[in-house]
C-alpha cells in the first residue's frame, strides 16, 4: 500500500510539473520564431504557415467545437477574419483536441460546424497535437499573434493568450487584445500588452 502511494504521489506531481512546464512555454514564445505546421484543412486541403508569406502576420486561434468558450468566440473570430485579413492578418484556427475524448471534435464534424458557422478562414486539425505542444497551447480558445519578418521570411511570436477580455459578453468588451497588439505592430511600435492568460476550456489531450 505504501508503495502505492508513493507512485501515486509521483505521477501527481510529474502531472503538475508538466502542466506547469507547459503553462509556461506560451509565454516564453514571445519574440522567438513561430513554430510552423502543415495541417489539415477541413476543406481537405493541406495548409502550412509557409502559404502566409505574402501576409504581414497570421492570427492564429487554437479552439474547437465543443467547448462553451470556443462557441463564445466563434462571431468574433469570424470578424477578426473579416476585418484584419484585408489588412494582411488573416485567421488561421486549429482544432487540437482529441476526438476520441471529446467526438463533437472530430475532424467530420468541424467540417459541419464550421459551415454551420460559416467560418471565413481555414480550420485546421492538429491530430497529432504536435502543434499545439510547440505553441504550449493549454486552452481554447488560445491566441497567438505571428508576424512576419521581411527579410528572413520568417514569422515571429508578438502575442499570446486572450481574444478580449470578456468571453461571455461580446457588448461588454473593454481590451480587445488581439486588436491593440496589431495596431501597435502596425504602427512599429511594441506590443503594450503581449501576454495575457487564456480563458477557456483546456486542451483535451491524448492518453499515452
Not at 183 to 189: E, F, L
Not at 200 to 208: A, D, T, Y
Request: glycine residues 4%; hydrophobic residues 35%.
Amino acid at each position: 500500500m505504501k508503495k502505492l502511494v508513493i507512485v501515486f504521489t509521483l505521477a501527481m506531481l510529474s502531472c503538475v510539473f508538466l502542466y506547469q512546464a507547459h503553462a509556461q512555454t506560451d509565454k516564453a514564445l514571445i519574440g522567438e520564431k513561430a513554430p510552423t505546421f502543415n495541417l489539415k484543412n477541413i476543406d481537405g486541403s493541406m495548409v502550412s504557415l509557409d502559404d502566409y508569406t505574402g501576409s504581414e502576420g497570421v492570427i492564429l486561434i487554437f479552439t474547437c467545437n465543443h467547448c462553451p468558450y470556443s462557441k463564445l468566440y466563434e462571431d468574433r473570430i469570424n470578424e477578426l477574419d473579416d476585418t484584419h485579413r484585408g489588412q494582411g492578418f488573416p485567421v488561421v484556427a486549429i482544432n487540437p483536441n482529441d476526438p476520441i475524448a471529446y467526438p463533437e471534435d472530430s475532424y467530420e464534424n468541424m467540417i459541419a460546424r464550421a459551415n454551420e458557422k460559416s467560418f471565413s478562414f481555414p480550420y485546421l486539425f492538429d491530430e497529432t497535437q504536435e502543434v499545439a505542444t510547440a505553441y504550449g497551447a493549454a486552452r481554447t480558445p488560445h491566441a497567438y499573434v505571428l508576424v512576419r519578418d521581411k527579410e528572413s521570411e520568417q514569422f515571429y511570436v508578438r502575442y499570446v493568450g486572450a481574444i478580449d477580455d470578456n468571453p461571455k459578453d461580446p457588448d461588454a468588451v473593454q481590451d480587445k487584445f488581439i486588436e491593440q497588439a496589431i495596431t501597435d505592430i502596425k504602427s512599429d511600435s511594441a506590443v503594450s500588452n503581449e501576454y495575457t492568460k487564456a480563458i477557456g476550456c483546456s486542451i483535451k489531450w491524448k492518453e499515452n
